[in-house]
């Protein structure tokens, strides 16, 4: 799949429904509200739009809904907590999410000494915590504004979705002086075609309806998973941590 002696290259991957299956946001909420931070309404409407996102995929005015909820009720939050938070919610939930053959292809990319950063509307400190968690060169995500590291209920910028997300991917390779067409990309939703039209190297993991067109009609890559992987995958770690004891 990659070259023997391949050219300095980044490979971009979207988190919620190509990384790791549904929402990231979805199991923050639940944290969020089993500390008092959000109520049982909000967790409903979360759980509703979670399972949607899983249905049809991202919806726009839904991640939109849930951020404002977040920045309303990030107002005098620490960031220490909400990283701490992060790290909870990754260990104990969003490791169980994840896509074992998205995970294995970044990891594949890092053996061929590809840099892996993730691209993702999910808040920064998630991101930071699943970047790390996995061994993977970095983040990007949504910045929520903090003053002293207290967040203050804005954003430092805007959401880090669609064309903003291809800003950053433009920005990162400069940075680490990549050329955009030695580049990979991947992503289930329609909203990252900008992202995946900037790069040599589109891929598209379980896409929604219409990046599922778009991609026939460029004859795109596919990744196709199913539910039973992460089982597996489960079933497996397991074994090998029962092995260990």
Same mark, same amino acid.
């Given at each position: 799949m990659f070259q023997a002696t391949p050219p300095r290259a980044i490979?971009?991957?979207?988190?919620?429904?190509? =990384? %790791?299956?549904?929402?990231s946001l979805?199991? =923050?909420? !639940?944290?969020?509200? +089993?500390?008092? =931070?959000?109520?049982? +309404?909000? /967790?409903? *409407?979360f759980g509703w739009k979670q399972a949607r996102f899983l249905a049809v995929g991202e919806n726009r005015d839904h991640l939109s809904t849930v951020l404002l909820r977040a920045l309303e009720v990030a107002v005098g939050f620490e960031q220490a907590e909400l /990283? +701490? =938070? *992060?790290?909870? /919610?990754?260990d104990t939930k969003l490791t169980r999410r994840l896509?074992?053959?998205? !995970?294995? !292809?970044? +990891?594949r990319h890092l053996e061929t000494g590809h840099e892996v950063w993730l691209l993702t509307a999910s808040v920064q400190e998630v991101a930071d915590v699943i970047a790390a968690r996995l061994g993977f060169t970095g983040? !990007?995500?949504?910045v929520l504004e903090a003053d002293d590291g207290i967040f203050t209920g804005r954003l430092t910028a805007g959401v880090c979705h669609g064309a903003l997300k291809s800003d950053a991917a433009r920005a990162?390779?400069?940075a680490s002086g990549v050329d955009l067409a030695d580049c990979w990309a991947y992503s289930d939703s329609h909203n990252d075609i900008p992202l995946l039209e900037l790069v040599g190297h589109p891929v598209v993991v379980n896409p929604d309806a219409a990046l599922a067109r778009y @991609? @026939?009609?460029?004859?795109?890559?596919v990744m196709r %998973?199913?539910?039973?992987?992460i089982r597996r995958a489960a079933r497996a770690n397991r074994v090998r941590t029962s092995k260990k004891r």
């Open positions: 490979a971009f991957f979207d988190v919620d429904n190509t =990384l %790791m299956r549904g929402a979805y199991h =923050l909420g !639940v944290a969020a509200w +089993r500390c008092g =931070l959000i109520t049982r +309404r909000d /967790i409903t *409407s /990283i +701490r =938070l *992060s790290e909870e /919610i990754f896509w074992p053959e998205t !995970v294995a !292809v970044a +990891r983040a !990007v995500g949504t990162r390779a400069e @991609a @026939a009609a460029r004859d795109w890559p %998973m199913k539910r039973a992987s």
